[in-house]
């Protein structure tokens, strides 16, 4: 028969991480699993087990975070590969081997022995959904002997994947009258299809990639025409690009460079440039520190001079003399030319 694994709401969600596991505290594999925060929290998952597999539907509507790491894998050693058909909404994953974004209709992989960083997303119905197969590796390497590895994904939209996916579908929602052995037989029919599948199917994975380095340019092209904002922040930057804050610090970390040193050294060079500029005397020292989110003249000077060796108006003074200098040169060079 089905069971719940766990549900959690407004009420309970904070317990997540001590029950995501179910009552023996032995599904999944250990991990850091958190719920985003709202108004009307629904997360929910059943399973079904079938021989040595267990089939999961996994229903949400808020955002759901998980990430295991090397700790957790030397702590439990457990070795087993989870197949997900992504439904409703997306998944995110962080892996060693660089970010994979799974959407409606797709097929991925993520296994428990090496550490990724996931984040379940909503679809356009403020909805997740997933259905996945928790494996033990052992026997999945019966039907896929080169194995997969985290972060493999495929559109499941073939026929082979269809079929595979009303097999379990119908494994998990059946009452209870199909006999354990013919369970098993069956998720091994699906196992078997899958492989099949997985041999035609063209890997998608360098869509998904654009697709993140998309949502990366979003990102710092969001900050870029915030710069003047003094209440910019990792929070306000999600909201605008319609991802979760965990999201955006995942990818700035991808990228390099952590948020708040994105920010200060735009700010710092865009000052520079107007402090340099020979149209800046218009523009006092204070206009160009508030004109880029700074809170106050000390900051930007602390910032300024911290980057620069020099303070605001040591530099504006020196670019000014630069500038003399330059002019001086091409004077003295259009004379030379007149002789």
Known sequence: MTEMLFAFDQRNYLNCQTSFRGNGNQEYYLGDFSIEAGSAIEVRADKKTAGGCSIIRLRSNTRLHFRRSWSHIREDSTDVTVLWFVRRGSICVSHQRGYTTAAAGDFLV???????????????????EVLHVVVPTHLLTSYIPHGLTTGFSVAATGCQFTVAQHILTDIFEEKGELSAN???????????????????????????QSLSSKRLHDVLRY????????????ATVAKGCGISPRYVSILLKLHGSPFSTIVWEQRLKIASRLLSSSRSN??????????????SLAHFSRKFKAAFNMSPSEYRSMSRMDAADRNLELVAARRLSLQ
């Open 282 to 295: 218009d523009l006092s020292i204070s206009k160009v520190a508030y004109g880029m989110g700074f809170k």
């Open 223 to 234: 900050i870029e025409l915030h710069l003047s904002d003094p209440k910019l922040c990792i």
């Open 110 to 128: 993520t296994k428990s022995t090496t550490p990724f960083f996931i984040e379940c997303q909503l679809g356009q119905d403020s909805m997740h």
């Open 182 to 208: 013919a369970a098993q037989l069956l998720v091994e029919t699906a196992l078997s299809v899958i492989s099949q599948a997985i041999g035609t199917a063209p890997v998608s994975g360098c869509a998904h």
